[in-house]
């Protein structure tokens, strides 16, 4: 069976610096997809960023980017200049080819000080 | 595209009552996603619709829940006999039916047991 573990369930930093959150994977498949989601206070589940198994480069969206270490099984989501908006709950989260299930970890606690 | 839509937002109800809620995805997407999420965990996976085909339910599910989708368009959750422990958020997602879709989620239905 899958499963997703965040190892951090809050950190803080200061507005504008850089921020790294990470999440370990477990899977005996060979493709599959990993997600960043974001869920701000009372919001709705956002998508982040995403990453296909099969492809070597790390994700990126404007601020932010991943480190994908498929032979590890890590997964991690950096943010650059971050922003207060960017307070919310991070869940990192697997999918399978073989099935459409989304595995979740238990989320990451984010809070942007000004 | 107005989003994945649910309703209501918040309900509250006393144990033992029925409860009903209703989700419209968007309007292109023929996977639809039920989950349910507690506070400070990530969401749970409940059930998983293709179309209107229910492909997949959680094991986890008790007997008491059942989902539709009977045109293939919004579904359905109902909670029968509801009892304390089903309080949670209930979250519904849709996604094209492509192997790396991403989930878009809705605000969710927020179930108040007492």
């Known amino acids: 069976a899958q499963t997703v573990t965040q190892s951090q369930p809050e950190m803080s930093v200061q507005e504008a610096e850089t921020v790294t959150l990470s999440c370990t994977y477990d899977t005996s498949e060979n493709n599959y997809y990993l997600f960043w989601y974001k869920q701000p206070p009372s919001r709705q589940m956002i998508l982040v960023i995403r990453q296909e198994a099969y492809k070597q480069q790390n994700a990126t969206e404007n601020r932010f980017s991943v480190n994908f270490q498929k032979a590890a099984k890590s997964f991690s989501l950096k943010i650059s200049d971050s922003q207060l908006g960017d307070t919310a709950m991070y869940f990192c989260?697997?999918?399978?080819?073989?099935?459409?299930?989304?595995?979740w970890g238990a989320g990451t606690k984010l809070i942007i000080k000004p | 595209d107005t989003g994945v839509s649910q309703d209501p937002r918040h309900k509250i109800t006393k144990r033992g009552q029925n409860v009903t809620f209703r989700c419209d995805p968007i309007?292109?997407?023929?996977?639809l996603y039920w989950y349910r999420q507690t506070l400070g965990q990530g969401p749970e996976f409940l059930t998983y619709?293709?179309?209107?085909?229910?492909?997949?339910k959680s094991r986890l599910l008790s007997d008491r829940f059942s989902a539709e989708r009977p045109k293939g368009s919004f579904s359905t959750l109902e909670i029968q006999r509801t009892e304390q422990g089903d309080s949670a958020m209930y979250l519904c997602?849709?996604?094209?039916?492509?192997?790396?879709?991403?989930?878009?989620f809705g605000n969710g239905t927020r179930l108040t047991v007492t």
């Open positions: 619709f293709q179309n209107e085909a229910q492909l997949e």
């Open positions: 989260a697997f999918m399978s080819d073989s099935n459409y299930q989304l595995i």
């Open positions: 309007s292109e997407h023929n996977r």
């Open positions: 997602a849709s996604s094209l039916a492509m192997d790396n879709s991403p989930l878009h």
